[in-house]
């Protein structure tokens, strides 16, 4: 039997955490892919959040179906929801999991995850289920964040603060925060030999650095990140008053610039 997850989801559910999710489009967060999609595909979205990104897809392989799955309940009747806003039919959602799919080999034409195998405890194992369910001659699709990598301007004291314990946090929590450089090197564990590797940015400046450093802030103090932060000796709730406070000042600078990069992968079944 495949191991199942023994990670834990650093970031969780907090409203704070969704805001951001739900910004999210196959137009900002999964570009890398788009060409591969077309009418009639056959789709697994592994790790789908609220599911816009799911939905994006969804209406872009119409009649062809979709079907969703993430760890919880409660994140999946959220995306249930914006598909059916959106009047989409041809999407399923499941709870899932991306070490063991509970799909027969080769039941898909894409296999995408966006910002998933940062959060998972193996996530060659995930790559290596993803490629089992993925049909010869289809994609696999992983795009992840590098938190080592992100970059900001101008230097406000406490925002160094953020990034060391984040990192640390992540890793206590059995994930890898600086997925996006090691993509490639999990891609080829996995098995895959025919990897076309690329980077996308998100970049945080002008009218939406508010949005960000505010978010960030929230998150800081009050989400399930913060919780494991001090539940697991890794901050006291001062330090996280402090580094939100960080996160504020940057955002009140109005030359303040974000950079997150992204390692992204299209790996052929």
């Known amino acids: 039997m495949p191991p199942r997850e023994t990670a834990v989801y650093t970031h969780g559910h907090h409203e704070s955490v969704l805001r951001s999710h739900r910004w999210r489009t196959a137009a900002n967060s999964a570009a890398y892919l788009l060409d591969e999609l077309r009418p009639d595909l056959r789709v697994l979205d592994v790790g789908c959040g609220p599911g816009t990104i799911t939905a994006d897809i969804a209406a872009l392989v119409a009649p062809g179906r979709v079907t969703a799955i993430d760890t919880g309940r409660d994140i999946l009747g959220q995306a249930a929801a914006v598909a059916e806003e959106r009047g989409l039919e041809n999407v399923e959602f499941a709870v899932g999991d991306a070490h063991a799919l509970d799909f027969p080999d080769d039941s898909f034409d894409v296999v995408h995850a966006h910002q998933v195998l940062q959060h998972v405890g193996d996530p060659v194992q995930a790559l290596r289920e993803m490629r089992r369910v993925c049909r010869p001659g289809g994609v696999v ?16 004291p406490g925002m160094d603060d953020w990034q060391d314990l984040y990192r640390r946090v992540a890793r206590a929590n059995g994930g890898e925060p600086d997925a996006g450089r090691r993509l490639l090197s999990w891609a080829r564990q996995a098995g895959f030999t025919d990897i076309t590797p690329s980077a996308g940015t998100w970049c945080y400046a002008a009218g939406d ?16 990140y913060a919780g494991a932060a001090v539940g697991g000796g890794h901050a006291s709730a001062g330090q996280l008053t402090a580094i939100a406070d960080a996160w504020r000042a940057w955002g009140e600078e109005p030359d303040a610039w974000f950079l997150v990069p992204h390692g992204e992968l299209l790996c052929r079944a």
Do not use: H
């Open 141 to 156: 699709a992983a795009r992840d964040s590098d938190y080592a990598a992100m970059a900001w301007f101008p230097e406000v």
């Open 209 to 224: 650095r508010a949005w960000w450093s505010g978010l960030w802030a929230e998150r800081t103090t009050a989400s399930a």
